[in-house]
């Protein structure tokens, strides 16, 4: 079936850099946008990154200056998310979600489980 | 970016109720809109999409209106597994996907 597995979450120190993956299975992935998306612990939802399908538009949420590097590796069918410079504020529940477009509508129709990140001290 | 505002923030409600939740964007957005419903530890699920359109699968209780700046969730008759967190998401000016806050529904 169509899934979504990431993996690398943890406790990281404030400053520190965490690689999170996800591997994608049951579906033709290289055909597929892909972002990240988190939720800090107790609130809302917020997308972090976006990858186009192949690999050549990349896009960042704006308060992210440049710390977090989105990429994939079609061939394995893997996406990750290259942490940097981490902060506090970065806890949060991270998923791995596909993006579809049906009816002229984006829509994120696939998520992973989730991996916990936890900047602390 | 768009800005995206739900209300209420939270609501009580009864088993057989009728809800209706309220997303507001910032600008208009065309039909270009998503409901999700996240229950508690579970990543979101897609209900709706293109403002008015079921994912496949979803129950016909549920149903989407509205178009520019101002749409609407409903749910006709409120199941107990209807209980959670329901988001809206702005497809329009992809990928910058932004979601609404989110809007809590628990038991009355």
């Keep these: ?121 | 970016d768009i800005q995206m505002t739900q209300s209420p923030s939270s609501l009580s409600a009864s088993v057989g109720d009728r809800i209706t939740i309220t997303c507001r964007a910032s600008q208009t957005i065309s039909n270009r809109l998503n409901w999700y419903q996240q229950k508690p530890g579970k990543a979101p699920k897609v209900l709706i999409y293109g403002a008015a359109t079921l994912q496949s699968g979803v129950p016909s209780r549920f149903s989407g209106s509205g178009s520019g700046t101002e749409f609407t969730l409903t749910i006709s008759s409120l199941q107990p597994e209807d209980f959670g967190v329901y988001y809206c998401q702005q497809g329009f000016s992809s990928p910058r996907l932004t979601f609404g806050g989110g809007t809590k529904v628990d038991m009355k």
């Design chain 1, 1 to 121: 079936q169509v899934q979504l597995v990431e993996s690398g979450g943890g406790v990281v120190q404030p400053g520190g850099s965490r690689r999170l993956s996800c591997v994608a299975s049951g579906f033709l992935f290289s055909t597929y946008d892909m972002y990240w998306v988190r939720q800090p612990p107790g609130k809302g939802l917020e997308w972090v990154s976006f990858i186009k399908y192949d690999g050549s538009n990349k896009y960042y949420e704006d308060s992210l200056k440049g710390r977090f590097i989105i990429s994939r590796d079609n061939s394995k069918n893997m996406l990750y998310l290259q942490m940097n410079s981490l902060r506090p504020e970065d806890t949060a529940v991270y998923y791995c979600v596909r993006m579809s477009v049906w009816l002229r509508s984006p829509m994120m129709d696939v998520w992973g489980q989730g991996t916990t990140v936890i900047v602390s001290s």
